[in-house]
């Protein structure tokens, strides 16, 4: 087997793997002896590294794989990612429904109107990216304000804050979250669901390649 062609059968191999392949494999399967195996994925390594390539080839011990260069992981994952909401606890929900409702708010008032603390629920909102912070209260110790983000929109199958479902008039000094507030969480519960099944189905519904 010339060097070209053997080059274009492991690259091959590794490609259709999709996982590392152990060296001893494929140079039984192709009847090659190792180092000739080695020169080879050295070669291609030194290819995708010198052209820029969008792959790379990785030795990992005694077995060679494919993957993609770390330069695009950013693109690579927002391609990639999963389009089925996170599902989110019912603390989640009632710190995003203050927030929704009544940004840009701190979480001195997320916490007064759930009554509890929020800083663990708030942190796990930012790395979700389902709020962010958007300036800081002009107050002594200047605490920062947060607000709902794209990405809420996105989750939520909202084209708008307007879109929001209805929330009855309360007053702000409302010790705790009320009623209403409660409804609006299970609203937003509903939304997040409904926005799932749309999800589930529309995958369903794509032909799956042979």
Known sequence: MEVKELESTIEGILFA???AVETERICAVLAVD???VDAVCKRLADYYS?????IRLLKLEDAYQLCSAPAYAEPIRRTLETRKPPRLSQAALEVLSVIAYYQPTTRAYIDQMRGVDSAYTVGLLLERAL????G???VPGRPHLYRTTQDFLRTFGLASLEELPEL???PREDGQV???MQAAVA??????ETVEDTSAAVLEEVPQSQ
């Open 50 to 54: 010198y052209e820029r390539r969008g």
């Open 187 to 192: 609203r937003l519960r509903m939304e997040q």
């Open 178 to 180: 009320t009623m209403e």
């Open 131 to 134: 709020i962010e912070t958007c």
């Open 168 to 170: 009855p008039d309360m």
């Open 136 to 138: 800081q209260l002009a």
């Open 34 to 36: 190792r180092p000739t």
């Open 17 to 19: 793997a999709g996982d």
